[in-house]
């Protein structure tokens, strides 16, 4: 079974500096996917940025870029010039491939980190 | 922009009640899940259903949950005999058939056993 670790319960970074977020995920599988998804106080559950693991480029959403480093089975969120509206909790996801035969997709969390932006 | 609705936003019951959590999904997207965040830890993927069938369900749901599509649009989770344990957030999410591999969440429904 896959497995998703998130080492840094809580982070906390300057307004305007840059921050990044780690996890880590288990998996023997060679295709699948990745995201990152964003939890603000409202709760609802935003997507925020996923990757490929057959793509070799790292995914770049604004603000928003992503490390992939599938030999290490590592998958940082970077999130650069800071804004205040960025606290949350960060969830990093995991799904398996669509031919995975599942049939399902789930996505298996990891369990977050609280990130507070500093004024 | 097309989104997931869930309602009621909040819902309060007593133990051993029955309660059903409803969710519209996005038009064009035909799977659906179902996931579950007790306070303070992490999403569990509870069910996920497609072409008015359970597709796949995790350890946590059991009997006492089912789930159904009762019309074009509506995609339900029926707790039965609801238990304080149950006491969690649910989130309603969808996906397009064809490769697309983004989930888009609802804004889920805080469920309350007291």
């Known amino acids: 079974a896959q497995t998703v670790t998130q080492s840094q319960p809580e982070m906390s970074v300057q307004e305007a500096e840059t921050v990044t977020l780690s996890c880590t995920y288990d998996?023997?599988?060679?295709?699948?996917?990745l995201f990152w998804y964003k939890q603000p106080p409202s709760r609802q559950m935003i997507l925020v940025i996923r990757q490929e693991a057959y793509k070799q480029q790292n995914a770049t959403e604004n603000r928003f870029s992503v490390n992939f480093q599938k030999a290490a089975k590592s998958f940082s969120l970077k999130i650069s010039d800071s804004q205040l509206g960025d606290a949350a909790m960060y969830f990093c996801?995991?799904?398996?491939?669509?031919?995975?035969?599942?049939?399902?997709?789930?996505?298996?969390f990891g369990k977050g980190t609280k990130l507070s932006v500093i004024p | 922009e097309p989104e997931v609705t869930q309602t009621p936003s909040h819902q309060v019951t007593q133990m051993g009640q029955e309660v059903i959590l409803r969710c519209v999904p996005i038009s064009n997207h035909l799977y659906f899940y179902w996931y579950r965040q007790i306070l303070g830890q992490k999403v569990e993927f509870l069910v996920s259903f497609y072409n008015n069938e359970i597709s796949e369900k995790s350890e946590i749901f059991d009997d006492q949950f089912s789930v159904e599509r009762p019309d074009g649009s509506n995609f339900t989770l029926k707790i039965r005999s609801t238990k304080l344990e149950d006491s969690a957030m649910y989130f309603c999410?969808?996906?397009?058939?064809?490769?697309?591999?983004?989930?888009?969440f609802g804004p889920g429904t805080r469920l309350t056993v007291t």
């Open positions: 999410a969808s996906s397009e058939l064809g490769g697309a591999a983004e989930q888009y």
């Open positions: 998996t023997s599988e060679s295709d699948y996917y």
């Open positions: 996801a995991y799904r398996s491939p669509a031919y995975s035969g599942a049939g399902s997709y789930q996505l298996t």
